[in-house]
């Protein structure tokens, strides 16, 4: 049954980026996925994600895997916060680490909670979220700051400083990464 889960989960992200021509010219979609049994660690957050009603199917996919996910934090408390840790998780849905393993990329589902603000961050590999759920405002140095809404995509390029402010509610994103840097985490700041 679990496995059964995370492919509806994989299908349903398959189905974001065939539709989303911003991600297949980011990378391609990995050609040598396996399901991998994975530990189940859950976030303060899976009780929110389960709650906040959406009909987009990734979104309803996810809150199907909730319970069972190796959900993650890459931030510490002194960093961002109480709070900011009970509102946040992502899960790695396909890479090295990922339900479904490759060496051929990385994505996750990210969950950030109504009213959260996610500091100034940077890493190597480039990133590019699309937006499943909800809607924040997205700020990139040398770009300019938008807020998206479902469906929408903001790239960030190598070692590029970013920032995510949550307005009217949560936002749920399905987020790739490429190049150099993949089995990096992010630093937090600017510089």
Do not use: C
């Not at 957050?45 to 987009?56: C, G, L, N, P, T």
């Not at 959900?71 to 509102?87: A, I, M, N, P, S």
């Not at 479904?100 to 590019?128: M, S």
């Amino acid at each position: 049954m679990k496995q059964y889960l995370f492919q509806e989960l994989l299908h349903a992200a398959h189905e974001v980026y065939s539709s989303t021509d911003a991600l297949k010219q980011f990378a391609p979609w990995p050609s040598d996925l396996l399901y991998v049994e994975r530990p189940v660690q859950p976030v303060p957050a899976i009780r929110q994600i389960k709650m906040w009603s959406d009909e987009h199917p990734l979104h309803t996919a996810t809150q199907q895997v909730a319970d069972i996910g190796d959900w993650k934090q890459t931030y510490r408390e002194d960093e961002v916060g109480f709070g900011f840790l009970q509102d946040y998780g992502y899960l790695e849905l396909y890479g090295p680490n990922g339900h479904f393993q490759t060496d051929q990329g990385r994505a996750y589902i990210g969950y950030w909670g109504r009213g959260l603000y996610y500091p100034w961050h940077r890493h190597e590999a480039e990133e590019i979220y699309a937006v499943v759920s909800g809607s924040g405002y997205f700020e990139s140095e040398g770009a300019e700051a938008a807020l998206l809404k479902t469906g929408d995509t903001r790239m960030h390029h190598s070692n590029q400083p970013h920032a995510l402010t949550m307005t009217d509610g949560p936002i749920l994103t399905f987020v790739l990464w490429r190049g150099a840097g993949m089995a990096g985490l992010p630093l937090m700041g600017a510089r």
